[in-house]
């Protein structure tokens, strides 16, 4: 975890990294998923907190919001500053704001 990122009420998954300036609230982090420096949950709504689930190996680039509920699927990607309202299908590139899915990622499989 890099200098000055905060979880609360979290559980992150074995290998996650996550960068500096980030909050994670509220959230389930899948294995080795990378959470990009400035990236938070907006989890509050100033009435209740929702629940963020990302899944495994994603990467979420620098400085996205992820406004809870929202789910992210296993291998999904978000560009830099993407603000993510909705759920991002397994193997999917979300970028913009309001985020929107432009392209089906290529699975690469992994070989012992």
């Known amino acids: 975890m890099g200098n000055f990122g905060e979880v609360k009420d979290s559980k992150l998954g074995p290998g996650v990294k996550m960068g500096h ?3 994670i609230g509220n959230a389930q982090i ?3 998923t990378n959470i990009g420096a400035g990236t938070i949950t907006c989890n509050f709504d100033g ?3 929702y629940p963020t689930e990302i899944g495994e190996d994603v990467f979420i680039g620098s400085d996205t919001m992820l406004v809870a509920p929202v789910k ?17 299908p397994p193997d999917t590139l979300a970028v ?9 990622l290529e699975r690469k499989i992994k070989i012992d």
């Not at 296993?74 to 991002?88: I, L, P």
């Not at 913009?96 to 089906?104: Q, W």
């Open 30 to 32: 899948g294995e080795n």
């Open 96 to 104: 913009g704001v309001p985020a929107r899915a432009i392209k089906k």
């Open 21 to 23: 300036f980030s909050y």
């Open 47 to 49: 009435e209740h907190k």
């Open 72 to 88: 992210l699927g296993a291998r999904s990607h978000t560009g830099a500053g993407a603000v993510v309202t909705k759920d991002v």
